[in-house]
């Protein structure tokens, strides 16, 4: 059951990267607070106290996956803490919701199955610097599609949304 789980994670981290340097790679930006109403908030407010210089997200750029293959890899560059100082601190890397199908055995897994629950992965962090790899189990079906329905985001160590995948222009 978790199989699925991991492996609907993986694809959908995999199905959001851009591509380059024989790796897919999605730079993710800060995330902010939501505006209430048709105004604008200004100043903008970010989600989380804690900044970095940069989070990537990494995954294969090949069409099919298979046991044991590289799915996907997170880099932290430069965190800080709400003071401005290099942060020691674990961060969730959470995919997202996913739609499940396993063609040919089970079929697409029904929206409140717990088979296509988010997965959350711990990243550890020391003096700002971290990262997380995950490979495939060795287990894995043939005939697996996950579809992405919400994007990945990083959050710090307390529940907060630090980044997700996005775009930004120079300030």
């Given at each position: 059951m978790r199989l699925v789980s991991s492996l609907t994670a993986a694809l959908v981290l995999a199905s959001t990267m851009a591509a380059g340097a024989g790796l897919n790679r999605a730079y993710l930006v800060p995330a902010y607070e939501a505006c209430p109403g048709s105004?604008?908030?200004?100043?903008?407010?970010?989600?989380?106290?804690y900044t970095f210089d940069s989070i990537v997200l990494y995954s294969s750029p090949k069409p099919f996956t298979g046991p044991g293959k590289f799915a996907l890899k997170l880099v932290v560059k430069g965190l800080r803490d709400a003071a401005g100082n290099p942060a020691t601190a674990t961060l969730s890397l959470r995919t997202g919701k996913s739609r499940i199908t396993i063609v040919g055995l089970l079929g697409t897994l029904g929206e409140t199955s717990p088979?296509?629950?988010?997965?959350?992965?711990?990243?550890?962090?020391?003096?700002?610097?971290?990262?997380?790899?995950?490979?495939?189990?060795?287990?894995?079906?043939?005939?697996?599609?996950?579809?992405?329905?919400?994007?990945?985001?990083?959050?710090d160590p307390d529940g907060k949304p630090l980044a997700t995948t996005g775009t930004q222009s120079k300030p």
């Open positions: 105004g604008n908030c200004n100043p903008p407010v970010r989600s989380s106290p088979l296509s629950d988010e997965m959350a992965y711990p990243v550890a962090v020391k003096n700002g610097s971290g990262s997380f790899r995950y490979d495939t189990p060795d287990v894995t079906p043939p005939g697996l599609i996950a579809n992405s329905l919400t994007s990945p985001v990083v959050y």
